[in-house]
């Protein structure tokens, strides 16, 4: 059976995948000041970080539209499959939810499933892997569903931001809390409930200890790790995903380790500097 995989464009892709008409990326809008930025392959990250950094305003999203997943769903493919951000979140989830009500109305033999990813950046990535594994392995449609859908409950992200400013600017984060936060060179280690709420897990002085709390944490969770693939993404920040890759390797035995930069949507959430893990 041939199968194509949707992913907002929160969720980072592959190199391989970017060349193959199977995977597709939906993008968001991104928007600064009233400048509305796309999404897609023409997104320069530097010249974003940039723009929020200098922007008194917090940086806001916009969904895709259900018009817009319907043109996705629109291919030869025999199983469809879309992964968005937490709807949590994001209006995401629900926008291709929809498109996939409408598109059935005059195509309803079409198989075509929408995972919550629960998650977010990284988080997606791993999903659409798990599907393509699946769907390689010959898994009948409803049992690759199944399979995933029980992925996605045993995932856990975890998150370290260099700076707080967006997490302030969109009422995340107190103005007094973001300012003692930098005073002290506080960072918060953050992840995600099981319904895709952000939340803190705990904090550290200094980036390089929080880092190291979040590898804790990363290794009392991970169940089974040795068959497990897991999967970092960091904004701008290459070495620093390095040597975070280099701990969890000293501590924990992995399937396999995936490190990319973050698109867009996960850019804008870590702000410069911080690294997303997702296990």
Known sequence: MSFKIIIDSCGELLE????????????????????????DETFNQKEFLEKVANSPNCPKS?????????????CDADHVYA??????????????????????EEHPDKKIYVF???????GETLIAMKIAECEEAGM?????????????ESQNTF?????????R??????????????????????????????????????????????????VKSAEDSENRVLAISHCNCPGRAKIL?????????????????????????ANDGGIIVVV
């Open 16 to 39: 391989e995948w970017k060349k193959d008409s199977r995977y597709e990326s939906v993008p968001l809008v991104l928007s600064v000041d009233g400048e509305d930025i796309i999404d």
């Open 62 to 74: 916009s969904c895709p539209s259900p018009e817009r997943y319907m043109q996705a769903y629109d």
């Open 83 to 104: 992964v968005t951000l937490s709807a949590e979140l994001s209006g995401s989830y629900n926008s291709a939810v929809l498109g996939r009500s409408l598109y059935q």
């Open 116 to 122: 919550n990813s629960r998650s977010a950046s990284i």
């Open 140 to 152: 009948e449609f409803d049992a690759i569903v199944t399979t995933v859908e029980d992925y996605i």
């Open 159 to 167: 998150f370290v931001l260099e700076n707080l400013e967006t997490l």
């Open 169 to 218: 600017k969109n009422g995340r984060l107190s103005r007094v809390k973001a300012f003692v936060a930098s005073a002290l060179k506080i960072k918060p280690v953050m992840g995600s409930t099981k319904e895709g709420a952000i939340c803190q897990l705990d904090q550290a002085r200094g980036i390089n200890k929080a880092l190291i709390k979040m590898v804790d944490y990363i």
């Open 245 to 269: 890759k280099e701990a969890i390797e000293e501590r924990m035995k992995t399937k396999k380790i995936v490190v990319l930069d973050t698109a867009g949507v996960s850019s804008m959430y």
